[in-house]
């Protein structure tokens, strides 16, 4: 489903030009989970901006489901991540001064769902994230750090995506909230056959996966399997 070959991705211009991506390659099949790991500044978000189809690469092809999206315009991008894909970011990007259920609910909006039914696949995807239903009206400046990022989860659910893709989504956790996040990404890998590509800098959150992607200096550096299969539901009974 997900085809990059030789994508690069350089920002600026002249002097003042960085080459982020130095030619990655890679295959992701429908149904993996696979982790990205690599030092800070390695390129791990650029590339998934590229993979959600929010950032097109310098050069390279990256082929979505056998459709060339990298050359698409921001019109064409819009509409396959709308239909597509779940994006969990690093910086959350929540609306502030917006309730937790609107926050959530936006993206089906977008996507011309009724109100009654986007209510309830809102108020479904923010359960699943571990969300509490005493919280859903609170405003999103009034959270907790981890419970932003369980609204942040819980917006990358709602459109039901077949590709979801995660930047960190445990980085401020507790070790508990952290294994029901990742319960909740397992499961919908697990029961639901979604891809799911999580970008960690903790080993234990990578060994979650079934394969693991280094990534330095613009390049990937290794391509294995996970050693362990270590199930965070099972552990949670989910
Ligand atoms: N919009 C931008 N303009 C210029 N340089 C950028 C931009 N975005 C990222 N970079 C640079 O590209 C490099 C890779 O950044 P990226 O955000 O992909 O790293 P990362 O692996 O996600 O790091 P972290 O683990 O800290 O999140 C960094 O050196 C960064 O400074
Ligand atoms: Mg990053």
């Given at each position: 489903m997900i085809d990059v070959r030789n994508i690069t991705k350089t920002y600026g211009h002249g002097d003042t030009a960085f080459q982020a991506l130095k030619g990655v390659s890679f295959t992701i099949n429908d149904g993996e989970f696979v982790a990205i790991m690599g030092p800070s500044g390695s390129g791990k978000s650029t590339l998934m901006h590229i993979l959600g189809c929010l950032d097109t690469p310098t050069s390279g092809t990256y082929l979505l489901d056998s459709k060339?999206?990298?050359?698409?315009n921001d019109e064409e991008l819009a509409d396959i991540r709308k239909d597509n894909i779940g994006f969990v970011f690093q910086s959350f990007n929540l609306l502030p001064r917006t309730t937790v259920l609107r926050n959530v609910l936006l993206p089906l909006v977008y996507a011309g769902v009724g109100e009654e039914e986007r209510e309830n696949r809102a108020k479904k995807a923010l359960i699943s994230a571990g969300m509490d239903e005493t919280h859903f009206l609170h405003k999103s400046n009034e959270l907790s750090g981890g419970q932003i990022q369980r609204v942040a989860i819980a917006r990358a659910l709602v459109n039901d995506p077949t590709l979801i893709l995660a930047d960190e989504p445990t980085g401020n956790l507790d070790t508990k909230t952290g294994e029901i996040v990742l319960g909740t990404f397992q499961k919908l890998n697990e029961d639901h056959g979604r891809t799911i590509v999580l970008i960690t800098h903790e080993p234990d959150v990578a060994e979650h996966a079934q394969r693991i992607i280094m990534v330095r200096d613009g390049q990937i550096i290794s391509d294995t399997k996970a050693h362990k299969q270590r199930s965070a539901r099972h552990a949670f009974g989910k």
């Open positions: 060339d999206v990298s050359t698409m």
